[in-house]
């Protein structure tokens, strides 16, 4: 994100005449607008730089995250197997014996 700075040129009276206050003022508006925008600026830089620091902490938080649970997954795959394995063992004797019988 990229902000283009205007600058905000003063008016230039054309009149040989003494600036009226009308002129003095709109000219005080012009500078004040200008400061403005400069701060409004600095502050959109200022919170985009941010916002790009908050973006890569959750993009490594993300990454950790997704490691500790795919840890966690294969954990719990492994206990299933061995606490289901000797079941399925058992029940698969089971059947073949059955199986002689029957036959």
Do not use: N, W
């Not at 890569?56 to 997704?66: A, M, S, V, Y």
């Amino acid at each position: 994100m990229c902000y283009d700075m205007p600058m905000i040129k003063k008016r230039k009276t054309i009149s040989t005449q003494a600036p009226s206050s009308v002129d003095k003022k709109i000219d005080k508006l012009t500078e004040l607008v200008q400061e403005e925008f400069h701060t409004s600026y600095d502050r959109m830089t200022s919170v985009e730089r941010r916002l790009t620091m908050v973006e890569g902490r959750l993009t490594d938080i993300e990454e950790r995250l997704g490691k500790k649970i795919d840890e966690g997954v294969s954990r719990i795959e492994r206990r299933l197997d061995m606490t289901i394995q000797p079941q399925l063992d058992e029940q698969a004797h089971r059947i073949k014996v059955l199986e002689r019988k029957v036959a």
